[in-house]
């Protein structure tokens, strides 16, 4: 177990053992609490105070399936806020072979300065000069990196976004065929990453140092038990590798919560044509890849290959939320539009919902009509440019709502809302007002409890708990690496113990069946505090005021959990 700090002001790195106060931490919960204890909460996101913090999830890097997930964390340009945003891919695993449990950049370089940091398969680690790369969007750098270091490699880097200092700036990470297709994507992660003066990460993934697992044994039957349950489960043993998260428009439009024109209706008009079914069916149709293996450890498959009308590779994982955020919010239901929207974010490295929505927020107050494609990718292309309008819409949605003065921004704290929409999944709006880290489905979505009808979506009855549940449960999963898509399977009391299981084996230390949700409690109050001291209070915990007073057809329903309500969310 080692950090690797990176000090970007003296251009030097060095290992240490991981200090006491962090021991038996990783991903967000690693992540959150150093952020917490060792950066000002009021500096300036994109000053030498701020640190940026690459870590895997305590499981990533061994045999347990769907644990490829790295955090990355630090205090949002975005939000104001402490943040962790979260990507798959192979980096997360190819440091876990390194034994890496965190690495922390510090400092900035000076100005004119970039570099790349290099992790190669003993674990040494250089900082290697990057002036070259200045500007180059993420599929070309990612080329010739890999060309330059092997296929063998994993790649994290930013954009011409993350250079112009951008608040929607993501990290892009590659997947399983070297593509930057996986972002760490909220929060404007990309421009803290810029600021310090790096470019790329790249780590070799033919590590083989992982840290020792004092209990093997108990811990390979337990992964065996767990990947049996993954496969198990209908959902992630077969919805999934059908048709990936796009399987949920159909869901949504039928629960009439898919924020469709800004927010402005529960429903798209022709959502039939960008449905998770007729996703899989144009692939199949083109040669593309439904089932599409993206993150190391996968069983799941739910990542694809989007190929055009002439079998040319398009863009992968084209999910559900980038479905709705350049689909229903923007009033287009054409996936090849969505599509070569989706690769233009991730090579300019955009997180493609702030973006989205940014882009509907332009075209409700009129600067443009909705449905019409031609003029989002303009717009898109301004911020890859860097025009004056490129980077009032690169800085996200509440930046277009104060340039043209309008009312209706579905954000909070400066980050978009997800594909569920607030008024029709009223503990969804729960999440949305009181995470830490701004509006966030992955903090706490609680489409489950409405699906298997636990709940009813459209009365604030019960929101509030079924939301503070789900937020301990995610915080908890981000800080193990596991894929929120592989926790479908922990319905199984037989895969919650064979996580717990592994768990014990990994750290060496029995722990209880509820040793999940005490890392999640524990990582919540650290973000808490963090928010706190950074000058965040309850007041800050609310939706914007349209959500209360604007009715969203078809149920012409409006979000009701109350204030007091949403201020007992952590009454832990």
């Known amino acids: 177990m080692k950090f690797l700090r990176v000090d970007m002001s003296r251009e030097t790195t060095r290992f240490e053992d991981v200090p006491q106060p962090y021991l038996g931490l990783g991903g967000r919960g690693l992540t959150s609490t150093m952020i917490n204890a060792e950066v000002p909460p009021r500096c300036d996101p994109l000053g030498p105070e701020n640190k940026l913090i690459f870590a895997p999830g305590i499981l990533s890097g061994t045999s347990l399936v769907n644990t490829s997930r790295m955090s990355v964390g630090a205090k949002s340009p975005l939000t104001g806020t402490i943040k962790e945003s979260n990507a798959g891919g192979t980096v997360a695993a190819a440091l876990g072979r390194l034994g890496i449990t965190a690495i922390i950049v510090e400092g900035q370089a000076k100005k004119g300065k970039q570099f790349i940091l290099r992790l190669d398969e003993n674990g040494e680690a250089s900082l290697l000069p990057a002036q070259e790369f200045k500007g180059m969007r993420t599929y070309s750098l990612v080329d010739r990196l890999l060309k330059a270091y092997g296929d063998k490699t994993s790649v994290m880097c930013i954009g011409p976004a993350g250079e112009y200092l951008l608040k929607s700036a993501s990290i892009q990470a590659s997947d399983v ?18 600021a310090k003066g790096l470019k790329a990460l790249i780590v070799d993934q033919r590590g083989k140092t992982p840290d020792a697992i004092p209990d093997p044994e108990t811990f390979k039957e337990s992964a065996r ?9 209908p959902f992630t043993g077969m919805q999934l590798s059908n048709f990936g998260t796009a399987g949920l428009v159909s869901a949504m439009n039928a629960m009439g919560a898919f924020p469709s024109y800004n927010a402005t209706k529960g429903v798209l008009e022709g959502w039939e044509m960008i449905t998770g079914e007729t996703l899989t069916k144009i692939m199949k149709e083109r040669g593309g890849t439904p089932g599409h293996m993206g993150c190391a450890q996968c069983i799941i498959h739910c990542s694809n290959v989007y190929l055009d009308k002439q079998g040319n590779y398009v863009t992968s994982s084209l999910e559900y939320e980038t479905i709705w955020s350049f689909g229903a919010m923007l009033g287009i239901n054409d996936m090849d539009t969505i599509a070569r929207l989706d690769f233009l974010c991730d090579d300019i490295g955009l997180d493609t919902m702030n973006t989205g929505v940014a882009v509907a927020v332009a075209m409700d107050a009129g600067y443009r009509k909705f449905g019409d ?8 292309e301004e911020i890859g440019q860097g025009t004056e309008m490129g980077k009032v819409l690169g800085n996200g949605p509440v930046a277009v709502g104060s340039h043209f003065n309008h009312h209706r921004v579905p954000a909070v704290k400066g980050q978009s809302i997800a594909a569920y929409d607030p008024r029709a999944m009223q503990g969804n709006g729960v999440t949305y007002a009181t995470s830490p880290m701004g509006a966030d489905h992955t903090a706490g979505n609680v489409i489950g409890e409405y699906m298997a009808r ?9 929101q509030v708990k079924a939301s503070r549940n789900t937020q301990i449960a995610m915080a908890g999963l981000d800080s193990i690496g596991l894929c929120i898509l592989a ?3 922990l319905a199984a009391p037989e895969a919650r113990e064979a996580l717990v299981g592994a768990l014990s084996a990994k750290l060496g230390t029995p722990l209880g069946p509820d040793a999940v949700a005490r890392l999640g409690i524990r990582t ?14 309850n007041k800050d915990d609310r939706l914007p005021e349209f959500f209360y007073k604007e009715a969203l057809p078809p149920h012409n329903t409006v979000f009701a959990v109350t204030d007091e309500e949403l201020d007992s969310t952590f009454a832990f």
């Not at 065929?177 to 810029?194: E, H, I, N, T």
């Not at 494609?373 to 898109?380: H, L, N, S, Y």
């Not at 973000?527 to 706190?532: G, H, K």
């Open 487 to 489: 926790a479908a399977a």
């Open 454 to 462: 636990k709940l009813d979506p459209l009365k604030p009855e019960g």
């Open 225 to 233: 038990i767990f990947a049996q349950k993954v496969k198990e489960n």
């Open 373 to 380: 494609a031609e003029a989002v990718f303009r717009m898109v």
């Open 524 to 537: 919540l109050q650290a973000e808490r505090e963090f928010n706190r001291k950074a000058g965040f209070t």
């Open 177 to 194: 065929d070297g593509r930057p297709c996986r972002s760490a994507g909220r929060g404007g992660l990309g421009a803290v990453m810029a």
